[in-house]
């Protein structure tokens, strides 16, 4: 076999060796995956075993210190304060209950409220109990209204490790008076001995540990017992089991050695119990596994790895013989001749198609000479298209120009000479743009044309070019900048559009917005004073009519005989209350038409009284709040104001099935406010004037705010409210001055005037 088949530029070696390739990642990455996924598995099973055995006896260290619990509370109940100051007693009650001699093998001892020690059993000189710092910390918890306390100390000379068990001792009234406690050493034999005497595997074991003390109380390794657990912060795995974690998990311990622990807590004690198994036994069947399939992997990459050389060589062979066959016509410079085919498969095929592709080589070049002289033609025609293209360029309905790099004229079309006045001499070379602007466009013209530099385009730029006669010509222009194959800006090719009969029709559109805009104030202030008017007559004509006929049914009914018909005095009675209602419902009308406060007493009071005859009416409770009520303003603007909130509260009692609106009116220094929020149905803004009557309504009040300057926001979401607000700004010159009747001193004084009068009955509102 030839070595020169193995140099990478032939195909005959980068084809099996790149199949070879991709099959073997492809296998190894299978294998390796498959082992990760057999550790997590073995490790999960682990995790969910080691978390069972934990969980077992975490469950029995409970139970053994719930009875012990239990049997502390049982006999504190019967401990009464005078049992409690009389030691002899108290000693003798110790002795009898021979639970205790089970459950605490270091004995019990009563402390007192003061710390001090009541009794022990069995009976212990002195302090030798517990640590005067030790029973004043149990009576601080028990005191924090804990059932139980379980705390590890250290005991005596010899610093014995002591698990404290304690309960409460209160009087009748249930006030704490002392405690009852047991206490077991752990160097004595305990319920505890299952976690020091067994391990788990050969070097595993447990740890029981208080999360308060940050102290391992007992572990199977006997030098951890009663040692303290690193500050927090310097193992965040163990302060997770201290902040509560259960579970598995791999960490490393505090020993430096990474382990499979479990954890599971203690809730009487609030302890946790955990399981340590170091890694190295708890994964070591892995590790055989995993080598065994190491050892198979590598076979099968030699075994498939060899097939697969030898399969893919025989299978390209005949590829590689027509590629050898075809190299050899092209180097004697001979006729392409149809390659031989030695296999009817997929090679085979190519072999065929390249042959088939001869045959139609050869029908091309015909054809090519014919597309050559149909190129020809198309030349000419071309050029035809061309100098018609240059005609329509030059005499097109818009203006084309171009500039070169400083912005002097390069080419212009006879279109915008004809706009300008200039003729072509005039114009290419001679002159920049910017010679053809008026004042206020150059600078924008400046600006712009360093954007079109950069960015590449710009449209509707609007300018002012002076014609030759010095009329001034408004156009747009859009324009496109030319860049050679570095980017650097060669020119800028424009179009140019005639503007002067678009500004005429902004022009006159503005005029007649404008006129509009002053109908609608005049339209809108002539329906105020026919208001104004109308009301006026109405109240000043039938309310003293009205009250004529009342003093007059009075008059008549004092002239009466003392005989007369008591049906007479009834209808004289029905009269009067008839009238009374007719009055009220003239001054209603009229104040919905024109309240009078508002011409008197200015926009707040005319707002505050209408709040009130609303809620009258209605039931709709409103809140309203006023902020510089003294102020005035024009009566335009007043009268504005009070129908946008009319129309606003009508809303609410019509649509909105509201049962609250909260009103504010601001009076700034330059501004003026009015906001209407009602807790109803709400509505969808984006429907105004498609749904009806309240769409229609809204509508009208924006309308009408914008025509006399302001602005109204409409918010609004079903289930939410709505929230109307109206602002003017630039109010300072609206101010009214005029002397009207209303200042702040006036309406304080009619309002005093108007409460008083209430009380008596002889004050009416209409009076204002």
């Known amino acids: 076999m030839s070595l020169n088949i193995f140099r990478w530029g032939s195909l005959n070696t980068r084809v099996p060796l790149f199949t070879l390739i991709i099959f073997l990642l492809g296998f190894w990455a299978m294998a390796i995956y498959a082992g990760r996924m057999l550790r997590e598995d073995m490790q999960h099973s682990l995790e969910r075993q080691q978390f069972s055995t934990v969980s077992y006896v975490a469950a029995e260290i409970n139970e053994e210190m719930d009875n012990r619990l239990r049997a502390l509370h ?33 004995g019990t001892l009563v402390i007192r409220i003061e710390g001090e020690q009541a009794a022990s059993y069995p009976k212990l000189n002195g302090l030798s109990g517990v640590a005067s710092a030790d029973r004043l910390a149990i009576l601080a918890e028990l005191s ?18 002591v698990i404290v068990m304690a309960v409460p001792v209160r009087d009748a009234q249930g006030k704490l008076i002392g405690a009852l406690a047991g206490m077991i050493s752990l160097s004595m034999p305990n319920f505890l001995d299952k976690i020091a005497q067994n391990k788990y595997g050969k070097s595993g074991g447990y740890l029981l540990v208080s999360p308060q003390q940050r102290l391992i109380v007992m ?59 170091p890694t190295a036994e708890a994964f070591s069947p892995i590790a055989g596994k995993q080598r065994r399939l190491l050892m198979a992997a590598i076979l099968f990459t030699l075994l498939a790895g060899g097939l697969t050389w030898l399969m893919l060589r025989f299978q390209l062979s005949p590829m590689f013989a027509a590629m050898k066959k075809l190299a050899s016509l092209s180097e004697a410079d001979q006729p392409l001749q149809p390659l ?28 090519l000479e014919a597309s050559a002289q149909n190129e020809r033609d198309l ?15 030059e005499h097109a309905p818009c203006g084309y120009h171009s500039l070169d790099q400083a912005g002097c004229f390069q080419h212009i079309n006879e279109t915008e000479l004809k706009w300008l006045g200039y003729s072509w001499s005039e114009v290419v070379g001679k002159l920049w743009l910017a010679d053809l602007l008026s004042a206020s ?17 710009v449209h509707d730029l609007e300018l002012e070019l002076i014609r030759k006669d010095r009329t001034i010509l408004p156009v747009m222009i859009s324009a496109v900048a030319v860049y050679d194959e570095d980017g650097n800006f060669l020119m800028s090719r424009s179009t140019v559009y005639d503007m002067t009969e678009r500004k ?41 009519n009205l009250a004529a006929i009342n003093i007059n049914l009075d008059i008549i009914a004092t002239e009466l005989p003392p005989n007369h018909s008591s049906d007479l005095a009834g209808r004289l009675e029905d009269t009067r209350a008839l009238i009374m209602d007719t009055s009220a419902s003239i001054r209603d009308i009229c104040a919905e038409m024109r309240p009078p406060l508002l011409d008197y007493a200015g926009l707040s009071a005319a707002l505050e009284s209408y709040n009130q005859q609303f809620s009258r009416r209605t039931g709709i409770a409103v809140q309203f709040d006023c902020v510089e009520r003294n102020e005035r303003y024009t009566l335009e603007l007043e009268s504005l104001l009070f129908r946008i909130y009319q129309e606003a509260l009508t809303n609410c009692t019509k649509h909105a099935q509201a049962t609250l609106v909260a009103v504010t009116l601001i009076n700034g220094e330059d501004t003026v406010s009015l906001t209407i929020i009602d807790n109803g149905v709400g509505f969808d803004p984006d429907s105004l004037g498609r749904n009806g009557p309240v769409g229609m309504g809204l509508l009208n009040m924006r ?11 409409i918010e609004s979401s079903y289930g939410q409210g709505t929230c109307i607000a109206v602002k003017f700004l630039g109010v300072g010159d609206n101010r009214d001055v005029s002397g009207r009747i209303g200042d702040k001193q006036d309406w304080t004084t009619l309002r005093r005037k108007r409460d008083a009068g209430s009380e008596s009955g002889k004050f009416r509102l209409d009076m204002l």
């Open 74 to 106: 049982v006999a504190a109940s019967e401990v009464t304060p005078d049992l409690l100051n009389k030691a002899p007693a108290l000693q003798a009650y110790l002795e009898k209950h021979l639970v205790f001699h089970s459950f605490f093998n270091s």
């Open 144 to 161: 924090k209204g804990k059932g139980s306390v379980v705390k590890a100390v250290r005991r005596g000379i010899q610093q014995t490790p």
């Open 219 to 277: 572990a199977t390794d006997k030098t951890r017992i009663m040692t303290q657990l690193p500050v927090q912060g310097a193992n965040k795995m163990v302060d997770r089991f201290i902040q509560g974690y259960e579970g598995s998990v791999v960490y490393v311990s505090t020993l430096g050695v990474k382990q499979l622990a479990s954890v599971k807590s203690v809730p009487l004690a609030g302890w946790y119990v955990g399981l340590e198994l």
């Open 340 to 367: 031989p085919v030695t296999r009817r498969d997929e090679i085979g095929t190519l072999i065929s198609g390249f042959n088939r592709l001869l045959v139609t080589l050869g029908q091309r070049e015909a054809a």
């Open 379 to 393: 030349s000419r025609r071309i050029a035809h298209y061309a100098d018609e293209m240059a005609d329509l360029y």
């Open 441 to 457: 466009s150059i600078s924008t013209y400046k600006h712009v044309f360093a954007i079109l530099r950069e960015r590449g385009e």
């Open 504 to 544: 005429k029709m902004d022009h006159e559109r503005i005029v007649y917005l404008k006129r509009l805009e002053e109908a609608s104030r005049f339209l809108v202030s002539s329906q105020e004073e026919a208001r104004r008017r109308l009301s006026s007559e109405l109240h000043d004509r039938t309310s003293p």
């Open 703 to 713: 309308e009408m705010a914008e025509i006399s300057g302001g602005s109204l926001l």
